[in-house]
């Protein structure tokens, strides 16, 4: 019998009532009073998405800012309910679990976010920030709180004397690393990892990725790494998930998507990635503008961007399926291979 994956996504959508500033509220209210107002507006952020993470496996997501990459992250990590669909632990619908098991699921996953400094409340000293969700759901005693915390810092890189300051006090990379202590401290099993070095400099990026993959070999860890960074992704990802407008359209091992990308967009993403063989080539962004959530195109909403586009792909949604073992894919010309 084969074991369910540790993190499952069947169906996940996501919507958001569209958001206005003040001139635009003003304005809408008097549309009303003239009877011109239009249907409240809707953001599809994620749309009926299916993925599975096993155990032990780092699956990197990948697209363009506005796809839906880390509204997928919260909903793995509980921050918020999905508008439609399930979230699996083990199998289990986390919605439907009794609270307790609720509770322990939870724990087990865990997020680490892009900008480190917003992520930390700046009242609290590093102990109370690492310290507090063990304290709270009881991982460990009072007696044993401060060797606890100072093994956490310790395991993240940092020096545990520096207990007693405030985020403030330290650098971004610092920063980052009570981040991945405090997620650790309650001893998860997945982490979802959201653009965790694209807010710091280039020097301390490669130091972060280290510790990430030291942490998966001592400790087991599942991780899915969001990134916009293709060679991030290339370097530490089993298997790479691309994500277009809402929708994963491809999904195959790190490998084979950087040798033979399927999906004309992954296509088009790694066609921009400067290579050391292509140094003489141009380098321009995937053609046109990433369309609005508000009003995604019909069919394929990679579409209107795409240069092998058929009037089925105006029409109809390409299904994400098996093109080879291992490998998923959402694109219509893959009936005509």
Same mark, same amino acid.
């Given at each position: ?68 990459? !880390?509204?997928?992250? +919260?909903?793995?990590? #509980? *921050?918020?309910?999905?508008? @439609?669909?399930?979230?699996? /632990?083990?199998?289990? =619908? ?62 993240a890189g940092l020096d545990p ?9 330290? !650098?971004?990379?610092? +920063?980052?690393?009570? #981040? *991945?202590?405090?997620?650790? @401290?309650?001893?998860?099993? /997945?982490?979802?990892? =959201? ?116 009037p089925r792909c105006r029409e ?22």
């Amino acid at each position: 019998m084969t074991a369910a994956p540790l993190i499952e996504l069947r169906g996940v959508s996501k919507q958001f009532g569209a958001t206005y500033d003040a001139a635009a509220q003003i304005g809408r209210a008097v549309s009303r009073r003239l009877g011109l107002a239009r249907k409240n507006e809707i953001v599809r952020a994620v749309d009926q998405v299916d993925l599975a993470v096993a155990r032990g496996e780092v699956v990197g997501l990948v697209g363009e800012s506005g796809c839906g990459k !880390s509204t997928i992250g +919260r909903m793995i990590a #509980g *921050i918020m309910p999905p508008s @439609a669909g399930t979230v699996r /632990f083990k199998g289990d =619908d986390i919605a439907t679990l009794p609270p307790d098991r609720a509770r322990e699921a939870k724990l087990k996953v865990q997020m680490i976010f892009q900008d480190p400094y917003a992520s930390l409340n700046p009242r609290l000293r590093v102990e109370d920030i690492v310290g507090e969700a063990p304290l709270v759901h009881r991982l460990v005693k009072p007696a044993d709180f401060d060797a606890y915390v100072d093994a956490q810092l310790r395991r993240a890189g940092l020096d545990p004397a520096w207990c007693r300051r405030y985020p403030h006090q330290f !650098s971004g990379g610092q +920063r980052q690393r009570i #981040g *991945i202590a405090r997620a650790l @401290a309650v001893n998860p099993a /997945f982490i979802v990892a =959201d653009e965790p070095i694209s807010a710091l400099d280039v020097s301390i990026q490669a130091q972060i990725l280290n510790l990430f993959m030291d942490l998966r070999r001592d400790l087991d860890l599942t991780y899915l790494f969001i990134s916009h960074d293709l060679g991030v992704v290339e370097h530490l990802s089993d298997r790479v998930l691309i994500m277009y407008l809402g929708r994963i359209v491809e999904s195959a091992p790190a490998e084979e998507v950087f040798a033979r990308p399927n999906h004309p967009y992954t296509q088009a993403l790694l066609a921009e990635v400067p290579r050391i063989e292509a140094r003489r080539r141009r380098f321009t962004a995937v053609r046109g503008e990433i369309p609005s959530p508000l009003a995604p195109p019909t069919g394929c909403h990679f579409h209107p961007r795409c240069p092998h586009a058929m009037p089925r792909c105006r029409e109809q949604v390409p299904a994400l399926r098996e093109i080879a073992p291992g490998r998923s894919s959402a694109c219509h010309l893959n009936d005509h291979a």
